[in-house]
C-alpha cells in the first residue's frame, strides 16, 4: 500500500507589526491637533510635558503606559518645587526630580497636579483614544486627583512591616535600597550613591556604618551605623561582591527607578496613598517614619546626627555634636525594628 505524501502547505508570511506610537510621537501629533492652543497655553503645557517626558519615558510606546504610571506621575509632580521660584528657576528638570527634601512652602500647589492630570487626559483620552484610535483604553481613565496637604505622612508599624518583608524577598537595588531608607533613615539620593568604600568598620565598637558624605551642608556629611536587621539579611555579603570604587547599585539610571518601583510596590501591597489626615505617604515617608520612630526612645540630638538635620536647640553645646561617635550612635539605629 503507497503512503500518501502529504502535500505541502502554502505559509503566508507574517508581516511584523509597526511599532507601537512613542510618547514623543505622540506629543508631536498632539501639537499638531492642538494648534488653537494660545503661545501662554502651549509654552505651558511643553514645559509640563518636560517632566512627563522625563518621568514616563520619551520612547516609552503609548500603549504601555499604564493607569499606574499616571498615578506615580501625579505622586512625582506633587512633590516637585515650583520652578519659577529660586534657585529651582536655574536647575533642569532632572535636577528637580533628584531632590528629596523641597521645603513645603517651596512645592507646587495642588492645582498644578490637577493641570498635570488634566494635559494627560488630553493626550491620552482626547487625542490617542477617542481622535486617533491609537489606544483602547486610556490609562488616565478613572484617575482622580483631590487637593490634599503637601506634607509627608508616616507610614505605620504594620504597614512598615508588610514593606519590609516585601523587600527582603527581592534582590539587588530593589531589595537594598528600600531596605536602607528603612533602616538608616537616609535620603534617597544619599543612598542611591554609595560606593563600595562608603560601608566602614568602626573600631571602636566593632559595627560597620555607611559614610554618607554630603557636601552641601555640614550636617548632611556623617557616619551611619548599620542596623544588625540589615547585616543578619546579608548587605555586607552583597557588598563584598564590588570593588572599592564600585557604585553599590550599578543597575539604577536615576532616582525615579527608586520613587516608580516603590509606588508600585505600595499599592500592590495596598497601603494608601494618602494618611487619615490628607499627607502623602511616598518614598521620602520611609524617612519621616524613621525619625518618628527614633525620636520615641532616643533625645534629639543623636537622631539629628543619624538623618543628617542641623543641629537645633542646643545653643553653645552645638560645638561639641561632632564628637558623637559611632558608638554614640547606635541606640538610634539599634531601637528601630521593622520585623
Same mark, same amino acid.
Given at each position: 500500500?503507497?503512503?500518501?505524501?502529504?502535500?505541502?502547505?502554502?505559509?503566508?508570511?507574517?508581516?511584523?507589526?509597526?511599532?507601537?506610537?512613542?510618547?514623543? #510621537?505622540?506629543?508631536?501629533?498632539?501639537?499638531?491637533?492642538?494648534?488653537?492652543?494660545?503661545?501662554?497655553?502651549?509654552?505651558?503645557?511643553?514645559?509640563?510635558?518636560?517632566?512627563?517626558?522625563?518621568?514616563?519615558?520619551?520612547?516609552?510606546?503609548?500603549?504601555?503606559?499604564?493607569?499606574? *504610571?499616571?498615578?506615580?506621575?501625579?505622586?512625582?509632580?506633587?512633590?516637585?518645587?515650583?520652578?519659577?521660584? $529660586?534657585?529651582?528657576?536655574?536647575?533642569?528638570?532632572?535636577?528637580?526630580?533628584?531632590?528629596? !527634601?523641597?521645603?513645603? *512652602?517651596?512645592?507646587?500647589?495642588?492645582?498644578?497636579? #490637577?493641570?498635570?492630570?488634566?494635559?494627560?487626559?488630553?493626550?491620552?483620552?482626547?487625542?490617542?483614544?477617542?481622535?486617533?484610535?491609537?489606544?483602547?483604553?486610556?490609562?488616565?481613565?478613572?484617575?482622580?486627583? !483631590?487637593?490634599?496637604?503637601?506634607?509627608? @505622612?508616616?507610614?505605620?508599624?504594620?504597614?512598615?512591616?508588610?514593606?519590609? /518583608?516585601?523587600?527582603?524577598?527581592?534582590?539587588?537595588? $530593589? $531589595?537594598?535600597?528600600? %531596605? %536602607?531608607?528603612?533602616?538608616?533613615? /537616609?535620603?534617597?539620593? !544619599?543612598?542611591?550613591?554609595?560606593?563600595?568604600?562608603?560601608?566602614?568598620?568602626?573600631?571602636?565598637?566593632?559595627?560597620?556604618?555607611?559614610?554618607?558624605?554630603?557636601? #552641601?551642608?555640614?550636617?548632611?556629611? =556623617?557616619?551611619?551605623?548599620?542596623?544588625?536587621? +540589615?547585616?543578619? +539579611?546579608?548587605? %555586607? *555579603?552583597?557588598?563584598?561582591?564590588?570593588?572599592?570604587?564600585?557604585?553599590?547599585?550599578?543597575?539604577?539610571?536615576?532616582?525615579?527607578?527608586?520613587?516608580?518601583?516603590?509606588? *508600585?510596590?505600595?499599592?500592590?501591597? !495596598?497601603?494608601?496613598? +494618602?494618611?487619615?489626615?490628607?499627607? =502623602?505617604?511616598?518614598?521620602?515617608?520611609?524617612?519621616?517614619?524613621?525619625?518618628?520612630? /527614633? =525620636?520615641?526612645?532616643?533625645?534629639?540630638?543623636?537622631?539629628? $546626627?543619624?538623618?543628617?538635620?542641623?543641629?537645633? @536647640?542646643?545653643?553653645?553645646?552645638? =560645638?561639641?555634636?561632632?564628637?558623637?561617635?559611632?558608638?554614640?550612635?547606635?541606640?538610634?539605629?539599634?531601637?528601630?525594628?521593622?520585623?
Amino acid at each position: 500500500m503507497k503512503q500518501k505524501i502529504p502535500l505541502p502547505v502554502a505559509v503566508s508570511p507574517v508581516e511584523d507589526s509597526a511599532p507601537a506610537m512613542t510618547l514623543q #510621537k505622540a506629543w508631536d501629533g498632539f501639537l499638531v491637533f492642538k494648534s488653537d492652543w494660545n503661545p501662554k497655553i502651549r509654552k505651558g503645557n511643553e514645559k509640563y510635558f518636560m517632566v512627563i517626558r522625563e518621568v514616563l519615558g520619551a520612547d516609552t510606546p503609548v500603549d504601555k503606559i499604564t493607569r499606574r *504610571d499616571i498615578k506615580n506621575l501625579l505622586e512625582v509632580v506633587a512633590g516637585l518645587p515650583r520652578q519659577n521660584k $529660586k534657585p529651582y528657576n536655574k536647575m533642569t528638570v532632572r535636577e528637580c526630580l533628584d531632590l528629596d !527634601e523641597v521645603p513645603e *512652602d517651596d512645592r507646587v500647589a495642588p492645582k498644578t497636579v #490637577k493641570d498635570y492630570l488634566k494635559l494627560c487626559q488630553g493626550l491620552f483620552s482626547t487625542y490617542l483614544t477617542s481622535e486617533m484610535d491609537i489606544l483602547a483604553s486610556s490609562p488616565t481613565l478613572n484617575v482622580r486627583y !483631590e487637593a490634599h496637604s503637601k506634607s509627608y @505622612g508616616d507610614y505605620s508599624k504594620t504597614e512598615m512591616r508588610r514593606l519590609v /518583608a516585601h523587600f527582603k524577598n527581592l534582590s539587588g537595588w $530593589k $531589595k537594598w535600597i528600600p %531596605l %536602607l531608607l528603612a533602616y538608616t533613615g /537616609a535620603r534617597r539620593a !544619599e543612598i542611591a550613591k554609595l560606593k563600595r568604600s562608603d560601608v566602614r568598620l568602626d573600631d571602636d565598637s566593632q559595627r560597620y556604618y555607611i559614610m554618607i558624605d554630603d557636601t #552641601k551642608t555640614e550636617a548632611g556629611t =556623617r557616619q551611619v551605623p548599620l542596623s544588625l536587621h +540589615l547585616l543578619d +539579611l546579608g548587605f %555586607l *555579603d552583597y557588598v563584598e561582591g564590588f570593588s572599592a570604587g564600585d557604585s553599590l547599585f550599578p543597575d539604577l539610571t536615576n532616582f525615579n527607578q527608586i520613587t516608580h518601583f516603590f509606588h *508600585d510596590i505600595r499599592e500592590v501591597l !495596598e497601603i494608601p496613598y +494618602l494618611n487619615d489626615y490628607g499627607a =502623602r505617604r511616598v518614598v521620602h515617608s520611609l524617612r519621616h517614619t524613621f525619625i518618628t520612630e /527614633a =525620636r520615641k526612645t532616643n533625645e534629639l540630638t543623636p537622631v539629628q $546626627k543619624v538623618v543628617g538635620h542641623e543641629h537645633s @536647640g542646643e545653643g553653645q553645646t552645638q =560645638r561639641y555634636t561632632h564628637k558623637f561617635t559611632v558608638t554614640n550612635l547606635l541606640p538610634v539605629v539599634d531601637g528601630i525594628c521593622w520585623d
